[in-house]
């Protein structure tokens, strides 16, 4: 029964559709639940640091369930977002109602889209990334499959790295920078690996056209069915599982920077340039995003084995309620600041 914990993350779905079901105040519970409820239980549940046995993730990794779990959310994100963007655009809402439908639907998008989009992204069998690219239409960023696999991962903690928070950087700051170069980094990834194959930059090949072409026709498609309120539900529910997104890339590496050898590269990512979070309550919900460092230090790993090192820089909060100290900048560097490693800052 252990390993139906992660059923757990689809409760932000249940409450989702219940408060796009009855609407009026309800209409805010989702945001309630995720960054007040949780926050507060996961000050009540005790912090996990464990780590599987090599033959507890074994068996782990030949048990299809943890794969079917991410797969469930497919149906379950694109479920909730028609009915969302239906009710909105066929009943008679308040316009608190409409805000509060959006700001839900966003937080799905976000939780259960991009993050489940993110561990699939990293998956060997193609109709796995199929599905998590996918998962990234609704919030307007199938760049990120480029960006976050080809980009990331190579300048993850580096001023490089788009994803990669600076020190005394603001959250709002840090969303325009990462957004902008992010979608401008995925452009010139795509132009690299286009070139690697000999292959020319107005192709067939070029996933970026087709990323824009599948976007846009989605929008398209909304309008015609769905009308002004459609579309406007549509893009703004986007933009909020975008802002979510930005906030976790945000708070997973803020102020960490590798360091520079001798030779001038920077020394390989280690354990070190991740912020860890070991709080049950977000670990379950985001599908161990919150073991963040293990996962730079082996991509290739599936979230049900993904471990704690001694060694990874320990938040003091999970993640949910951290989202929650980022909009508050004075408050976030006041607690954050003084955990980064002195060598790490840069000047």
Request: hydrophobic content about 45%.
């Amino acid at each position: 029964m252990k390993d139906l914990k992660y059923l757990a993350a689809f409760s932000i779905p249940l409450v989702a559709f219940l408060g796009l079901y009855f609407k009026g105040s309800f209409v805010f519970l989702t945001p309630i639940y995720a960054f007040v409820m949780i926050p507060l239980l996961e000050v009540v549940f005790p912090v996990e640091p464990s780590n599987l046995s090599s033959e507890d993730a074994d068996h782990k990794l030949k048990q299809t369930v943890f794969d079917w779990l991410l797969y469930l959310n497919f149906p379950v994100v694109y479920g909730l977002l028609f009915f969302g963007i239906y009710q909105a655009a066929t009943s008679v809402i308040e316009t608190y109602e409409l805000t509060g439908m959006i700001i839900t639907v966003g937080i799905v998008l976000s939780v259960n889209g991009i993050n489940v989009a993110h561990e699939l992204g990293h998956r060997q069998n193609t109709n796995e990334r199929f599905i998590g690219k996918a998962l990234l239409l609704p919030s307007h960023y199938m760049h990120f499959y480029i960006e976050h696999n080809f980009g990331h991962h190579l300048h993850a903690a580096t001023p490089e790295d788009p994803a990669t928070a600076r020190y005394n950087q603001t959250v709002y700051s840090f969303w325009f920078t990462s957004i902008y170069r992010q979608y401008v980094g995925a452009w010139k990834i795509q132009n690299k690996l286009l070139t690697n194959n000999n292959q020319r930059f107005f192709s067939l090949k070029n996933d970026m056209f087709w990323y824009t072409i599948f976007q846009i026709s989605y929008l398209a498609t909304i309008f015609i069915l769905l009308g002004n309120i459609g579309l406007l539900f549509a893009v703004s529910a986007g933009i909020i599982g975008i802002l979510l997104l930005e906030s976790v890339n945000y708070i997973e590496h803020y102020g960490l920077m590798r360091l520079k050898t001798k030779s001038g590269r920077y020394e390989r990512v280690k354990e070190m340039h991740s912020w860890n979070s070991n709080h049950v309550i977000g670990r379950i919900v985001l599908y161990e995003l919150t073991r963040h460092s293990d996962h730079h230090f082996k991509s290739s790993k599936k979230y049900q084995i993904l471990d704690c090192h001694d060694e990874s820089p320990q938040m003091p909060f999970g993640y949910p309620t951290s989202m929650v100290l980022a909009m508050i900048p004075p408050l976030w560097f006041r607690i954050m600041n003084k955990r980064v490693p002195k060598e790490m800052i840069l000047t």
